[in-house]
């Protein structure tokens, strides 16, 4: 397969994985709508006029603060903090803790289990102080000084600028307002942008320590089979997709392509959330209709580039503008700069979680990964393998809390 080939299959993935989220979510929006009513015995807002605490935390019983972080390059993000649990309590000093999403998801993933399942209320009534960051261009995050979303300048970024902007204007927001370094958890995207940030040694004196959830670094060993059908459709039509500036999954330019994609013969749309991230052992058939009706959330087009670049050369680097003259002129140099996985700090605690069905952060991958910090102090590391675990199961299994959330804590209270 020829470099555009591969870029296309990456792409053609994500595309095919959005449209299918997209599909079931529309058939479950109006139940779900009931359901919240129902739960609360109050009328709702609809998600799409209040925030994530009012329309997710809070009715689940948990104080809730909205808060607005600005980048060195003009974005607006939101953030949601959780400062105490249910029952309150914990003392002064709560450690921080930042949860960082990965790519077409936002902060909501992390809240959509019951308090006894998901992350951020487990680590709430834990005595920690959660604080939950959503990407620049998804829902919450869409606003920026200058720049709307219609207009393409809006979206001219890779996750680069995720390790540049974005994660350092929440961390450094939660540092100023608890004074306190933070724990950091990242799932999928949300752990590269950390690796490659600290990596540059970016963050470590604000980092307390990091639990990355289905680590995503290499790539090359992705094994997404319906990513090999897409990708020979879709390989002439490269061109096409970075000339549209926003990644938007739910916008009419995608979804004309994937409904023609889905019709050929071989394409299961109905199964593709599992042949995409693997085989989930313990999701809750409900969780994943909510979770559908939230996600998925745009990006820019190029973060997709960036994401199947790291997928066709093997190694982890800024975006490649795929044209020497281009690349000099950003970079210095004819070919982007590497992110070394073996110049992150070797005494920063890391705590690594990785399943043995994900089919996007493949076994493979993440042993590469490891194998980069075979320097790494012994006691300063922790891996742990889930034999059962896909890619969605470690942010919404059922048993999360009791196979990885637990393990997470005794982590972070070893620091
Ligand atoms: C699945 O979700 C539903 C709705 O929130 C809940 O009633 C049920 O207890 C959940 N099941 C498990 C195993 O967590
Ligand atoms: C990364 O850094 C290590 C140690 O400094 C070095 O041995 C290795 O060659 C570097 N890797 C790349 C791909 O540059």
């Known amino acids: 397969m020829g470099s555009h080939g591969l870029v296309c299959a990456m792409i053609s993935i994500l595309l ?3 449209f299918q989220l997209e599909l ?3 058939r479950v929006s109006h139940q779900h709508e009931l359901q919240m009513n129902d739960r609360i015995g109050t009328v709702v807002p609809p998600p799409e006029m209040a925030g994530t605490c009012a329309s997710v935390i809070i009715p689940q019983g948990y104080k809730c603060e909205e808060y607005e972080v600005t980048t060195e390059d003009g974005y607006i993000l939101s953030m949601q903090r959780i400062p105490v649990g249910r029952i309150g309590g914990g003392g002064a000093r709560r450690q921080p803790v930042l949860l960082q999403h990965g790519v077409l998801m936002d902060g909501v993933t992390w809240v959509l289990n019951s308090p006894e399942e998901s992350l951020a209320y487990i680590l709430a009534d834990n005595g ?18 200058s720049l709307t979303p219609s207009n393409p300048a809006y979206w001219h970024w890779s996750w680069d600028e995720l390790v540049t902007y974005d994660l350092p204007a929440t961390f450094n927001f939660v540092y100023q307002q608890t004074g306190q370094k933070l ?12 690796l490659a940030s600290v990596s540059e040694g970016r963050l470590v004196d604000k980092l307390m320590s990091a639990a990355l959830l289905s680590p995503v670094a290499y790539l090359s060993h992705m094994t997404t089979p319906i990513g090999i059908l897409a990708a020979r459709a879709f390989v002439d039509q490269i061109v096409n997709w970075l000339g549209v500036a926003e990644f938007n999954p739910k916008g009419p330019h995608v979804a004309h392509f994937l409904d023609a994609l889905c019709l050929e013969p071989g394409v299961d749309c109905y199964n593709l959330l599992q042949s995409f991230t693997g085989n989930n052992c313990c999701l809750n058939a409900s969780t994943v209709e909510l979770f559908l009706e939230y996600e998925p959330q745009s990006t820019a087009t190029r973060t997709m580039v960036h994401l199947a670049q790291t997928f066709r050369d093997g190694i982890i680097t800024k975006y490649n503008y795929e044209n020497r003259e281009i690349n000099i002129e950003n970079y210095g140099q004819s070919t982007p700069p590497i992110y070394n996985m073996s110049n992150i700090p070797n005494n920063l605690p890391l705590f690594f979680s990785y399943g043995g069905r994900d089919s996007l952060s493949d076994v493979h991958d993440v042993e590469l990964l490891l194998d980069n910090l075979k320097f790494h102090d012994g006691d300063k590391l922790t891996v742990q393998f889930v034999e059962d675990y896909a890619h969605a ?12 959330y637990n393990a997470v804590m005794a982590f972070f209270n070893r620091q």
């Open 183 to 194: 724990h950091y958890v990242g799932h999928s995207l949300g752990t590269l942008i950390a």
């Open 16 to 18: 095919l994985l959005a």
């Open 24 to 26: 079931v979510g529309a």
């Open 128 to 145: 920690f102080d959660v604080w939950i960051a959503n990407t620049r261009g998804t829902k919450w995050s869409r606003r920026h000084v």
């Open 393 to 404: 199961d470690f942010v919404m299994a059922v048993n999360a809390a009791q196979i990885v």
